[in-house]
């Protein structure tokens, strides 16, 4: 490799090698990467120079590097190759944070005119020779042949990683599976395990790709656990402490210690011994290292079993303060854990900033407020969160308002912020490094249950520590908790721990896409060549290998259950059937059951009053809507306490039978407290009166459950199995031992079997079946995509062909801008538990008459789904349409939220969505010209106020007005 500067060890060459040294000195500057070189204020790193020297020789690249390690350099390059070449240069990132960002950093460079932003509701200076955009905005460029793309010479891939993300990751592959072949790619993507996996598909599809792997951060980072008010070190202190493997003892004498404590001892209680410990300052500084005090016996340094180990967060921020180890990210894995860091930190007295930078503080924070409503500060808490801003500290997740998230993110860029209580979606966000990061916890709530945070997480959340530059070190701190395993931490933070997996399937809108412009058998091809399908592939050489090996133990198994008495292993199947039938009898009784009660649900009137048991135990409700669809009944109710619910086939135990009847009004008012407890108190009065139980306890009348034709099948078989001659075999036991093991290794043979027949083309017999239901469907026809299929080709989302389904429906033809909002809402919002709250009462009637359609739409489709064995679309949520609606209607934040848990951020984020997907029908112009211009008149609805602005590129000027900048970029809130 060249060097771009002498090299120091020039004295120790001879004349000629010194000679040849200054002429490769020579003819690397003469290059482009010797002239991009020069122009920086520092030298490029080796693995920077060796990555832009595969660009310079036209080959793509894939550059695989810590955080903060200066990959963007490599994209800077190649930024430059574009401009002295003449050609495009477009640079994506995952989220529209991000896009805003690196448009203002390029803009810094290049100067505005020769920078354009495209974010999907965003676009400045789109033709300009250096185009920053979030990837979806690519993918769709490509996909409608976008005149963009022309004389496009380069494209940079942030974060290249995130295609393993499981919703938005199968954008990563679309773009670089579809980008023209004159393009070169330059992939950025943190340190993963198998890049060399990834970088050899890049070359099949992209052409020559250079894979570079550094591991190198150049800013060292020290680990260490907080344990009381004292800093240790994770590892030995023995030569470098990153390449140590060694755990400090004092740790595990620690948690072995904690361990023992926790013990009950002969008494029953906790062991007890002196209290007496020695401090041990792990924070003690000895030049560029921070070092534990070894000082004193292992037996002294042992913390008083009864004294607990942990520490506040305000005392946590003490002592990295005392360490000189701020700024900090504390990550608390809770929106509601960030917000009370911050609450306890207030209450403590914390202070970390100085006269100066409380005035530039307040000055920054006061300037972007002016676009709050003087009404909502107080609602949303903005006095709080200025105070907290002001000390030095505060919160960073998604539920924040984005305006606080921006005003965090600028403070602390500045320095000015010492601290920082955030969720993880802050490593996905923009850049924001610290000095030191702190892990809380490292167990984290994934949404259904808690689970240990991976090693691919725990150095995705580290890597913001240590700001090149600035620091000479970072420090990555994980807090005491009981139960800590100091073993485990270490495990955490080795290296190169995090696999890059594709999560690439298609979707209906990838389908249709594909089939327009390629025909059926070239998308399957392309389909194949997608990086799901080469780890699919790659991973069929071992299953074989694996199954060899089990065929192999097969064999011995079946020697070791022979049976002297008859064929044991017939034995052995039969006793399996017996147990299959008994499993199918039981089944059987099941779904007769569950008919059963379906068909009591779908018999409800109005006005019947039950009694609901089961997993909801309602206890006495009548019954307020009826089932609706009959093989997915529904059935609304309100309770004895006036609360208003809606019971499903899965809920109940048993069938539903009325044992009374109330006569209730025609036009039936649910949505009020007051209402709903007028039709509580008409259902007391009238229990007792009208109807008496139709039953008395026993099973009731029309239901049997018990279907006598599978329990003869098991009679039948129990008596085959007791006639057969190892039956009575003394060993039986002994031979029944190694048949189950047979059975079970047989079914491990039939799996990986079955595995490798499936890993074969998935991902193009996917497709085939998303072709064929949507040719059922009337969107294509003979390989064709029709008029529908058109439509749907321009519609994103989770639920597109949900969408596509209502607008052919003409659900949407007589809705006016403010209902389309509101349907927009239910069709793209997913409510964060399993938990739907049923809400029959719509903000309209035209919004009412929708959501009984969507309904009957989304359960067509589910059939299909299910029956076609494709992933199901989920099912619309009403938790949205409320808010939305008061929202378009004009009412201020906090008011729109009446009614709603939902956190300021989290509307914003969602009504966000509601825009992107009004956006894509308003693209409908050429076909549905009307509903286009309806849907942009509702986006103007959303889009105003605090929904509208965004200060990722700029912070209003004191003296602006607000409204002023209600058309500024949106920023993306987190993932």
């Not at 790619?185 to 890049?202: D, H, I, K, Q, R």
């Not at 490593?427 to 709530?445: D, H, Q, S, Y």
């Not at 009208?690 to 239901?703: K, L, N």
Request: contains cysteine; negative net charge.
């Amino acid at each position: 490799m060249c060097a771009a500067t002498s090299d120091p060890n020039d004295h120790e060459l001879s004349p000629a090698e010194r000679y040849a040294a200054s002429r490769r000195r020579v003819e690397f500057a003469q290059t482009e990467l010797g002239r991009f070189s020069s122009s920086l204020e520092f030298p490029m790193d080796p693995f920077q120079l060796e990555a832009s020297e595969h660009l310079e020789n036209e080959d793509a690249v894939l550059v695989a590097a810590p955080t903060g390690a200066g990959k963007t350099i490599v994209a800077e390059f190649a930024i430059h190759l574009a401009l002295r070449q003449g050609k495009k240069a477009f640079y994506t990132t995952p989220i529209k944070a991000l896009s805003n960002q690196k448009y203002t950093d390029l803009v810094a460079t290049y100067g505005e005119e020769h920078v354009g932003l495209l974010t999907g509701d965003t676009s400045r200076n789109p033709e300009a020779q250096i185009v920053v955009m979030t990837t979806e905005v690519l993918r769709n460029m490509l996909y409608a042949d976008s005149t963009t793309l022309e004389n496009l010479g380069y494209v940079v891939m942030d974060e290249v990683h995130y295609l393993a993300d499981r919703f938005r990751g199968a954008v990563w592959e679309e773009v670089i599976i579809h980008l023209p072949e004159s393009v070169q790619l330059v992939a950025l993507s943190a340190t993963v395990s198998n890049a060399e996996e990834f970088g050899a598909w890049l070359d099949t599809v992209r052409g020559s790709t250079s894979v570079v792997v550094s591991e190198h951060r150049p800013v060292p980072l020290w680990q260490h656990v907080m344990v009381g008010k004292e800093l240790y070190d994770l590892f030995s202190m023995t030569g470098d402490q990153e390449a140590s493997s060694q755990v400090n003892p004092e740790l595990v004498q620690l948690a072995e210690s904690a361990r023992r404590d926790m013990q009950p001892n002969d008494w029953g209680r906790p062991g007890s011994r002196g209290r007496d410990r020695q401090r041990t300052r792990g924070g003690r500084r000895q030049g560029n290292r921070r070092q534990s005090d070894r000082e004193g016996s292992a037996e002294r340094s042992r913390p008083s079993p009864r004294k607990d180990l942990r520490v506040s967060r305000p005392q946590m921020v003490r002592t990295l303060a005392r360490e000189g180890l701020l700024p900090c990210i504390s990550f608390i894995f809770s929106r509601n854990g960030c917000d009370a860091a911050v609450e306890q930190c207030l209450n403590a007295g914390l202070d970390l900033t100085d006269r100066v930078e409380k005035t530039q503080i307040l000055e920054t924070v006061d300037r972007a407020a002016t676009v709050l409503a003087e009404q909502d500060r107080d609602a949303l808490g903005f006095w709080g969160f200025r105070d907290g801003l002001r000390r030095g500290f505060a919160a960073h997740h998604a539920g924040l308002l984005p305006l606080f998230k921006e005003v965090v993110e600028e403070l602390f860029a500045a320095g000015l912020i010492k601290v920082v209580f955030a969720t993880e979606t802050l490593a996905l966000g923009i850049n924001m490094p610290a000095r030191t990061v702190v892990i809380e916890r490292l167990v984290k709530f994934d949404g259904e249950s808690h689970k240990d945070i991976t090693p691919g997480e725990y150095t995705q959340l580290t890597g913001r520590a240590g700001r090149r530059g600035i620091d000479v070190e970072g420090h990555a701190v994980v807090m005491w908790q009981p139960g800590l395993d100091p073993g485990a931490v270490a495990g955490l933070a080795a290296r190169r721990t995090y696999p890059l997996n594709s999560s690439f399937k298609p979707t209906y809108n990838m389908a249709v896409n594909l089939l327009a412009r390629f025909g059926r058998e070239r998308a399957r091809n392309i389909l194949e060549s997608s990086f799901a399908q080469f780890q699919a592939d790659r991973s069929v050489v071992g299953l074989a290998q694996e199954v060899q090996r089990q065929e192999r133990s097969l064999a011995g198994y079946e020697e070791s259950m022979r049976c002297h008495l008859g064929d044991f292993t017939e034995y052995a199947k039969l006793r399996q059937e017996v147990l299959r039938a008994e499993k199918a009898a039981s089944r059987a009784r099941h779904r007769v059951q569950r008919r059963a009660i379906m068909e009591s649900l779908n018999n409800l009137a109005v006005g019947d009053i039950i009694e609901v048991q089961g997993a909801r135990s309602l206890g006495t409700a009548v019954v307020v809507s009826t089932a609706g669809n009959p093989t997915n009944p529904r059935v609304g109710v309100v309770t004895a306490k006036g609360q208003l619910r809606r019971i499903s086939t899965d809920e109940l135990d048993d069938p539903i039978v009325p044992f009374a009847g109330v006569e209730l009004p025609r036009k039936l008012l649910t949505k009020s407290p007051k209402h709903r407890k007028n039709i509580a108190g008409w259902m007391h009065g009238a229990i007792g009166q009208q109807r008496p139980p139709i039953s008395d306890g026993a099973e009731p009348v029309g239901f049997r459950y018990i279907d006598d034709h599978d329990l003869a099948r098991v009679d039948e078989l129990r008596k085959q199995l007791h006639a057969h001659p190892c039956h009575g075999c003394p060993d039986r036991d002994k031979h029944l031992t190694w048949a189950n093991r047979w059975d079970k290794l047989r079914a491990d043979i039939d799996k990986n079997v079955a595995k490798i027949r499936g890993r074969t083309n998935t991902i193009a017999r996917t497709f085939d079946r998303i072709i064929t239901l949507l040719t059922d469907f009337g969107y294509v026809e003979n390989d064709q995509v029709n008029e529908p299929g058109q439509s749907l080709r321009r519609i994103y989302g989770d639920r597109d062909l949900l969408v596509s389904m209502l607008l052919q429906a003409g659900v949407m033809d007589e809705l006016s801008p403010e209902d389309l909002a509101g349907l927009a809402a239910l069709l793209v919002f997913e409510s964060s538990t399993e938990d739907q709250v049923f809400q029959p009462a719509m903000p309209t009637d035209m919004l009412q008459g929708a959501l009984d359609v969507v309904d009957e739409h989304w359960y067509t489709l589910q059939q299909a789904e299910l029956a076609a064995d494709l992933t199901v679309t989920a099912q619309p949520h009403p938790g949205l349409v409320w808010p939305i609606v008061r929202w378009v209607r004009g009412h201020e934040l906090l008011a729109s939220l009446t009614g709603s848990d939902m956190a300021a951020g989290d509307f914003i984020r969602w009504a966000r969505q509601v825009m992107d997907l009004l956006d894509q029908l308003a693209s409908l112009d050429d076909t549905h010209p009307d509903l286009a211009r309806r849907c942009r008149r509702a986006k103007d609805l959303v889009n105003r106020g605090i929904v509208a602005y965004s200060s990722a590129i700029r912070i209003p000027e004191a003296d602006t007005k607000a409204d002023e900048y209600n058309a500024i970029e949106n920023l993306e809130l987190d993932q």
